[in-house]
């Protein structure tokens, strides 16, 4: 990609998503309430709620409703929604390039089930983790956060300017 388009506008297009990402989130933030969970998210744990009353009466739920209930979770739900953004967040990035040359000098099965369960290894730590943090801090303590974090990427970028880039 540095080829097709010079990193000079790569570098002052994220600057620029940086600032419209932090300038997204700290707004998003100003009209989240200040203390407890959000409404959608008191939302979301309601249906929850209702729906594990409802799948656990043995009555109200046969074979086939639990196997629809899995696909349709599957199909539609956050399980396609992981993948896709797992997958375009690692897609190109400095660990596929490191797979890539480790799987041209060494057994590339090996590689592959190295990578496959680091990468689950990874992930099950950020998923465990950011829960624990969601039950641990308000959303609206992290949109801040997330919003001060992109602004000062973007002050950054625009300081270091395109200049270190020559040399990279």
Not at 77 to 96: C, I, K, N
């Amino acid at each position: 990609l540095p080829n097709l388009i010079p990193r000079v506008y790569t570098h002052y297009a994220s600057v620029v998503l940086f600032i419209f990402f932090g300038i997204k989130l700290l707004r998003d933030a100003g009209e989240m309430a200040k203390e407890g969970p959000s409404e959608e998210l008191e939302e979301v744990e309601a249906e929850l709620s209702k729906k594990d009353k409802k799948d656990d009466d043995p009555e109200n739920a046969s074979a086939a409703d639990k196997t629809s209930s899995v696909r349709a979770t599957l199909v539609n739900g956050v399980l396609w929604e992981a993948f896709v953004l797992t997958f375009l967040a690692e897609w190109g990035d400095r660990s596929q390039i490191a797979t890539i040359a480790l799987a041209a000098q060494k057994d590339p099965y090996g590689v592959t089930l190295g990578g496959i369960v680091g990468h689950t290894f990874c992930t099950s730590l950020a998923v465990i983790g950011g829960r624990m943090l969601a039950s641990r801090i308000s959303e609206r303590t992290v949109a801040i956060s997330g919003g001060c974090l992109f602004l000062i990427f973007a002050v950054h970028g625009v300081w270091i300017g395109s200049s270190s880039l020559v040399n990279a």
